[in-house]
């Protein structure tokens, strides 16, 4: 079975983005060691690829059904958009803590491989589930990577008092794809739950959170249209909308009004 690769796969994965990692730190970058800093991740995040397609093809479905499935699509997009993040602003911390977020991902799975068997509820075996889900994924990865570059420019301003308007400046550049994705993601979603429970919004607390968190991007783009100035409000902003995120995605199952969420599934 595909899933006894696995962790071959993780340590591929691991290593590789690993040893590329040392290389951006290396003092002395040749040409060669600046192909091989981007090359090496490059072979972990194709390994993804690779084994999510072995496994799209041995279960003769997308690998969207189980809690370890959709963990390790997660660990796929943040994987490809740190990579490519990097190769447009060779930033190191933005690698480092994206390639770390998309490894502790695939370690959950290995930590818990009863997620590798446990499948979604029927309601989400639905063609919507693919696009939905991916479509959020994406997202969730983009305004992720959005979040970190405005946290490297908060710490890095004592160095260079550009930092903050540099990171606040690519933060934006992925806040807008990620918030359309975003809009998207709701949209199919809306169209989803009208039809598996006949409404295209109950307020469900999984809905509201996911409208809050809406709402303080499009207070996040409307400031940074009115305001492109105020780089320390922008950045306490985007880390702020990216811990409801969080919240909306991971935590409203922790609150007590996700007893009586539809949206709470477990795992």
């Given at each position: 079975?595909?899933?006894?690769?696995?962790?071959?796969?993780?340590?591929?994965?691991?290593?590789?983005?690993?040893?590329?990692?040392?290389?951006?730190?290396?003092?002395?970058?040749?040409?060669?060691?600046?192909?091989?800093?981007?090359?090496?991740?490059?072979?972990?995040?194709?390994?993804?690829?690779?084994?999510?397609?072995?496994?799209?093809?041995?279960?003769?479905?997308?690998?969207?059904?189980?809690?370890?499935?959709?963990?390790?699509?997660?660990?796929?997009?943040?994987?490809?958009?740190?990579?490519?993040?990097?190769?447009?602003?060779?930033?190191?911390?933005?690698?480092?803590?994206?390639?770390?977020?998309?490894?502790?991902?695939?370690?959950?799975?290995?930590?818990?491989?009863?997620?590798?068997?446990?499948?979604?509820?029927?309601?989400?075996?639905?063609?919507w589930f693919i696009p939905h889900v991916v479509v959020y994924m994406i997202s969730y990865a983009i305004l992720g990577a959005a979040c970190v570059s405005a946290i490297i420019g908060r710490f890095s301003i004592r160095k260079n008092p550009n930092s903050l308007s540099d990171?606040?400046?690519?933060?934006?550049?992925?806040?807008?794809?990620?918030?359309?994705?975003?809009?998207?993601?709701?949209?199919?979603?809306?169209?989803?739950?009208?039809?598996?429970?006949?409404?295209?919004?109950?307020?469900d607390p999984k809905e509201t959170w996911a409208c809050l968190t809406w709402l303080f991007y499009m207070l996040l783009i409307h400031l940074q249209y009115s305001h492109p100035k105020r780089h320390k409000l922008l950045s306490n902003l985007l880390v702020l909308s990216f811990?409801?995120?969080?919240?909306?995605?991971?935590?409203?199952?922790?609150?007590?009004?996700?007893?009586?969420?539809?949206?709470?599934?477990?795992?």
């Open positions: 079975m595909i899933w006894h690769w696995f962790i071959l796969m993780t340590l591929v994965f691991a290593i590789t983005w690993l040893l590329g990692g040392l290389l951006i730190f290396k003092k002395d970058r040749t040409k060669s060691v600046k192909l091989f800093q981007w090359l090496l991740p490059l072979i972990g995040n194709v390994a993804i690829l690779i084994f999510i397609a072995l496994m799209w093809i041995e279960l003769d479905r997308p690998p969207m059904r189980t809690m370890a499935e959709t963990r390790l699509w997660y660990s796929f997009f943040v994987a490809w958009i740190t990579w490519f993040v990097f190769l447009k602003t060779e930033s190191k911390p933005m690698y480092i803590l994206g390639y770390i977020m998309a490894l502790v991902f695939l370690i959950v799975d290995i930590i818990h491989p009863e997620y590798q068997s446990k499948n979604l509820m029927p309601a989400l075996q639905s063609p990171s606040i400046d690519l933060s934006m550049k992925l806040v807008y794809p990620g918030f359309a994705l975003l809009t998207l993601g709701m949209l199919m979603g809306a169209i989803w739950a009208k039809i598996a429970w006949g409404n295209y919004w109950s307020w811990l409801v995120l969080v919240i909306t995605w991971m935590g409203i199952r922790y609150l007590p009004s996700a007893m009586s969420s539809v949206h709470v599934y477990g795992g």
